[in-house]
């Protein structure tokens, strides 16, 4: 295998372990099977998932194979990576209806015809306790405490659970299971991708090569890319939304966005750094060519200069869009109290017009006082109204943020 194929495999990549792992493994000389994990515990494929994404189809492009695991068994338990605090579990009605939604997004990057997909509850599920006895004696207290967000929650006294020592061990048996020898995720993931390099060993595989790549900062430019946070771009958002979205993110996120959503490569990124530092690049015209290039990434050529038009209408303008989306939502959004009084559910009926991804997420934008009817503030999660809401309502223009709009159309 040439030099050259693994410096575009380890591209923009933090770690690559250990190393001259994967340079012998290509040397094999057949297709490697390259494992990349997600746990559906929302309902969209965030710009941050798709960096690993990304690099899963360009293994898929160097003609290997990838091994796309859906983890709804390990979303159950709650990947404890980067957490200061224990996850909230999540039931398995739950985390099937987030799969089910997030499956689709993923043939946005992968190359679906050639992809091997599975669920690790195939073989998670069936382990009995001493299956389970034999995987926690593959390693110790000691060692589980070493991951950073463990030693870190340790120390300051905060509860760290059995359940959450335990995940990184059942992370670890799905490369077991699917005889991975690369493993991709983000550099939170390395701790987990070392354990399955240890439980492969103990099974007598040859144990896979961990690669992680950089976490992509979130809109607020803090915190990771969280959709629990809200801080978020997903990739099937339309294509105005994510153009007003990226627009947002503060200037020195640009290059790394340019790298990681965007793939323009390295080179590309460190130019465009030296230019908004030496300011002979704008940072808000470069702040446009990027989020021209995401758009069209996932929605096709001329959906960035559309999506351009669209937010100068609205944030240069002052205007409503030209078009806005008539939808029919369900009945039961809507409830007759025994009083006469009518109930409106606002976070159910935001979700249901396709304006959130979640009513958890519609609570927090009222809260922040960014829901509007007819551009009237809506601060409470349920109206009461008096007369025939879905009457009284039907015609009603919709608003979540500055850039999201649907209008009511009917009741189903």
């Known amino acids: 295998m040439s030099s050259d194929a693994v410096t575009r495999l380890t591209s923009d990549a933090v770690d690559v372990t250990p190393e001259g792992a994967l340079r012998d493994k290509l040397a094999l000389g057949r297709p490697l099977r390259v494992k990349l994990g997600l746990d559906p515990t929302a309902p969209a494929v965030t710009l941050g998932w798709a960096v690993v994404l990304r690099k899963l189809r360009q293994f898929q492009d160097e003609g290997h194979q990838a091994v796309l695991i859906v983890g709804d068994f390990t979303a159950r338990v709650g990947d404890p990576s980067g957490k200061s605090t224990t996850r909230p579990r999540l039931s398995k009605e739950e985390v099937d209806g987030y799969a089910e939604r997030i499956l689709d997004q993923f043939w946005k990057v992968v190359d679906r015809d050639t992809v091997e997909l599975r669920r690790n509850s195939e073989w998670l599920e069936p382990l009995g306790l001493e299956d389970v006895l034999r995987l926690t004696s593959s390693t110790t207290v000691a060692r589980m405490l070493e991951r950073d967000d463990f030693a870190e929650r340790f120390a300051a006294g905060r509860p760290i659970s ?65 959709q629990s946070l809200g801080n978020y771009v997903g990739i099937t958002e339309p294509p105005e939304e994510m153009f007003g979205k990226l627009m947002s993110i503060p200037d020195q996120l640009i290059a790394k966005y340019e790298q ?86 606002v976070p159910a009926l935001l979700e249901a017009m396709g304006l959130v991804a979640s009513r958890s997420e519609a609570r927090r934008l009222q809260a922040q006082g960014g829901v509007r009817v007819d551009g009237d503030p809506v601060p409470e999660e349920d109206l009461r109204v008096a007369g025939d809401p879905p009457g009284q309502y039907l015609g009603s223009v919709w608003q979540v943020g500055r850039r999201k709009f649907a209008r009511l159309g009917g009741v189903a």
Do not use: C
């Open 162 to 226: 059995l359940m959450e020592l335990l995940y990184p061990l059942l992370q670890g048996y799905d490369s077991v299971a699917v005889e991975a020898d690369v493993e991709l995720g983000g550099t939170d993931q390395l701790f987990n991708l070392l354990v399955g390099r240890e439980l492969q060993r103990d099974a007598g595989q040859d144990p896979q090569v961990a690669l992680t790549m950089p976490l992509l900062e979130g809109l607020d430019g803090i915190q990771k890319m969280s």
């Open 260 to 345: 990681l959503a965007a793939g323009v490569g390295k080179e590309h990124s460190e130019r465009v750094s030296a230019g908004l530092l030496d300011g002979s690049i704008h940072p808000g015209e470069e702040k446009r060519r990027l989020a021209r290039t995401v758009v069209e990434l996932y929605h096709g050529a001329g959906a960035g200069e559309a999506a351009e038009a669209a937010f100068d209408r609205v944030f240069r303008r002052h205007q409503a869009p030209e078009a806005i989306d008539d939808v029919v939502v369900p009945a039961d959004v809507f409830s007759q109290e025994e009083d006469g009084v009518w109930v409106v559910y």
